[in-house]
């Protein structure tokens, strides 16, 4: 099989893009920006979904949709918000097209249709969200209200890359409104805590949770708290972020309710999402030359078995076993994939698992039958074994397991290779082009050191690490006194 995948030492940008298309994951859409999300790569997303799903539900949230549509001056609402986000707005001026008399066949904009009030298409979903809970909050008594959305957004990106950013894309995102600040900076807190989890048990992707700056805060959020990945090109990837709202919403869209008092009172928001982009850390996190590396806990398929036959008979024995094997698995809630087409030779069908990332494959042939054994090959090692065919169905759920265990160890200890401690600019420069990956460094607080930072490095600050410990120091840049290390990195 010509898999075609450019080396990751070769071309990190190209290895990826090769692999998203080669591996079937997705594609770039006719429309510029957006992409295709194919059945293989969506498969995995919905496993994605599932997963945090229940965890949202298991922390007390319930799902619910809004409009995709923002009116401008709904969106305009929230000024810090509003300015954040105007750069990417898609806008919709008008309702209805008309046939061109100039050009037979063609369609143009009706200008009788245009629309009194010119219509947002969502970058995120604040303001729709928090001028309904102006509607559905009253009293203590609706509160907390703990909301979340699946959906789809728009933000109008020039440069883009499919997954990672794209000018449609696919997420989450909660809207929470509680009665004190104390709850809704423990409801952001929680969720981050849910993000981290997902990442680690799920993804098998070791991130740091921290805080962001205050240039790197969400617009419209008095406090964001961000997961922080490290890809195997040495850049960070903002994993998800959870944003504590104050009142700036509230006090936008006049969300009040009364107190146990009997008081009048503006309620405290959260906000926090996840989006596709996770895919892409995924592909980056653990992916090789030979294509995608996923942890079982997000595998489509979880055993692939690939039968080595010459006749129809031969085809029909091994099939008997290996029908048996996958039923054993199935019903231990394993998804198995017996491929037995004739249309390709069995190095074609280990080619194409081994692109696809599928974690455990299966080879039995007429040889196998005879010693009442399989070839059982893993694909984060890439090791083999030969099993029993009897204890084939028992060892499966061991062997997942310890390759989502590997999957993690590898990629956190690459991780930690991966954090450097610095004390002068030179060293920063110097690791940031020689070496890459997060810069531990002590900065001074400032805007304008964070800004002159990234002009000269292009390394942004990550995260104020949740557990950086207090240290005296002084700023790399500026040499003014510090009081923690934060993170830099060049980042996705």
């Known amino acids: 099989m010509g898999k075609e995948i450019t080396s990751r030492s070769e071309d990190y940008a190209q290895w990826y893009i090769d692999l998203v298309k080669k591996a079937d994951l997705a594609e770039n859409s006719d429309v510029r920006g957006c992409m295709v999300i194919k059945p293989y790569g969506y498969s995995i997303w919905e496993k994605m979904q599932q997963a945090l799903d229940k965890m949202f539900k298991d922390t007390g949230h319930t799902n619910a949709y809004f409009p995709l549509f923002v009116p401008k001056s709904m969106f305009e609402a929230e000024e810090k918000n509003a300015e954040g986000f105007a750069k990417e707005c898609a806008i919709v001026t008008h309702y209805r097209l008309k046939n061109d008399p100039q050009n037979k066949g063609k369609l143009m904009v009706d200008p009788e249709a245009k629309l009194e009030e010119e219509l947002v298409v969502r970058p995120t979903s604040e303001a729709i969200i928090w001028s309904t809970y102006k509607k559905w909050i009253q009293s203590y008594r609706d509160l907390p209200l703990l909301i979340n959305q699946w959906a789809n957004v728009v933000r109008w990106e020039m440069r883009t890359r499919l997954f990672l950013r794209t000018a449609e894309f696919l997420w989450q995102e909660g809207h929470t409104a509680h009665a004190t600040a104390k709850e809704a900076v423990e409801e952001t807190e929680r969720m981050l805590d849910v993000y981290a989890e997902f990442a680690e048990t799920f993804m098998a992707m070791p991130v740091i949770k921290g805080r962001k700056s205050e240039g790197e805060r969400f617009p419209g959020a008095v406090d964001t708290y961000c997961i922080e990945a490290m890809m195997q090109d040495g850049k960070a990837l903002q994993a998800g972020t959870s944003h504590f709202l104050g009142q700036n919403f509230a006090d936008a869209f006049d969300v009040q309710f009364t107190s146990k008092e009997g008081k009048l009172e503006k309620v405290w928001g959260t906000s926090w999402g996840v989006s596709t982009r996770l895919m892409g850390a995924l592909i980056m996190a653990h992916s090789d030359d030979d294509g995608l590396v996923l942890p079982p806990k997000l595998a489509p398929i979880h055993v692939v078995i690939v039968p080595i036959f010459k006749t129809a008979e031969e085809l029909d024995r091994i099939s008997e076993q290996a029908n048996k094997i996958a039923d054993a698995l199935r019903k231990l809630s394993y998804s198995v994939k017996f491929d037995n087409r004739d249309t390709h030779k069995p190095g074609f069908k280990f080619a194409e698992y081994e692109l696809k990332g599928v974690p455990v ?73 020689e070496k890459g990956g997060f810069v531990s460094a002590h900065w001074d607080g400032t805007p304008e050191t964070e800004t002159a930072i990234k002009e000269e490095t292009k390394a942004t600050i990550r995260c104020i690490p949740l557990d950086a410990k207090e240290e005296a120091g002084v700023c790399v840049y500026s040499g003014k006194p510090s009081s923690k290390r934060v993170l830099f990195a060049r980042a996705y």
């Not at 200890?413 to 401690?421: A, E, G, L, V």
């Open 361 to 433: 494959r299966i080879a039995i042939g007429p040889r196998d039958l005879e010693n009442k054994t399989v070839e059982m090959a893993r694909r984060d090692t890439k090791e083999k074994q030969v099993m029993s065919l009897d204890s084939v169905a028992i060892a499966i759920p061991a062997l997942l397991d310890d390759i989502q265990a590997n999957i993690y160890k590898k990629a956190l200890d690459f991780r930690t290779s991966m954090i450097t401690q610095v004390d002068s600019y030179i060293d920063f420069k110097k690791v940031l082009d």
